[in-house]
């Protein structure tokens, strides 16, 4: 296992299960401000000792288990890394069945009633702990597929089409 997914299973295993949602859009918002300026963190990651100035600034904003991390992956020299933490955390809360990771793929893009009866289909099935990523794919001619944890629900157009095609195939093999 790699040492960001470890670092993301730490995380996990020190916080209760109810805040480890709230914990991920902490570390994605923290991830977003590193971005837009990379030399602070390049600082720190030299700098472990010029931590408490970070923790001044983000004391505020982010819970101290949050901050606590930063912390501990900033004196690993890790803190460069947060971005595949992050990533790794999110895949983490998927993998113990803490959050549903729901794909939607449609062939043009979906207006917001669309969305919502969507969405309300999802929370129905898979709970409010859902993260609902909608994408174009332009093969899929219409219909809408989800991908949740990994299990597809296909309901396009293509895949009706293939379906039909491989009835069609087999049937002209008897």
Do not use: C
Not at 125 to 154: C, F, P, T
């Amino acid at each position: 296992m790699r040492l960001t997914k470890q670092y993301a299973y730490a995380l996990l295993a020190s916080i209760p299960e109810e805040t480890s949602i709230d914990v991920l859009f902490q570390l994605q918002e923290l991830t977003q401000i590193f971005k837009r300026s990379d030399q602070y963190v390049q600082a720190l990651d030299v700098k472990a000792e010029d931590f408490q100035n970070l923790r001044t600034i983000l004391n505020e904003q982010f819970d101290a288990i949050v901050i606590n991390f930063l912390e501990v992956i900033t004196e690993e020299g890790m803190l460069h890394r947060l971005e595949t933490i992050t990533e790794d955390y999110y895949l983490v809360l998927v993998e113990e069945g803490i959050l549903s990771d729901v794909q939607v793929y449609s062939a043009n893009p979906l207006n917001e009633q669309i969305k919502n009866q969507i969405e309300t289909l999802i929370y129905k099935r898979w709970g409010e702990n859902s993260m609902i990523h909608y994408q174009i794919n332009k093969n899929l001619i219409g219909g809408i597929r989800l991908e949740v944890n990994g299990a597809v629900i296909d309901t396009t157009f293509r895949s009706r089409i293939d379906q039909i095609i491989r009835e069609v195939q087999h049937g002209s093999k008897k």
